[in-house]
């Protein structure tokens, strides 16, 4: 099984960027689907942003236009540019095949605020 690593997150203001990683411990090719979660606190995870190995994308209306999502699949890799950040997008983040395939990493906190 796929062991996932989260990386990238941290406090930021409203407006600022940050760039989200995740690191696969084995091959990613063969999952059709990687995406990108998140659950803020005291609510469910939802799904945020995927990408298909052929490159289609797909992103919650929340974050659509403001987040994007790209996998490097040479270097098991998961990217989520996520840019004009709000303090809704505070939580913790986390990818996954979509749907899930792999167990939970430990996530990566992302905090906006002023």
């Known amino acids: 099984q796929v062991q996932l690593v989260e990386s990238g997150g941290g406090l930021v203001q409203p407006g600022g960027s940050l760039r989200l990683s995740c690191a696969a411990s084995?091959?990613?090719?063969?999952?059709?689907?990687m995406g990108w979660y998140r659950q803020a606190p005291g609510k469910q995870r939802e799904l945020v942003a995927t990408m298909t190995n052929r490159g289609s994308t797909n992103y919650a209306d929340s974050v659509k236009g403001r987040f994007s999502i790209s996998r490097d699949n040479a270097k098991n890799t998961v990217y989520l540019q996520m840019n004009s950040l709000k303090p809704e997008d505070t939580a913790v983040y986390y990818c996954n095949g979509v749907p899930v395939t792999s167990g939970w990493g430990q996530g990566t906190q992302v905090t906006v605020s002023s």
């Open positions: 084995g091959s990613i090719f063969s999952i059709y689907a």
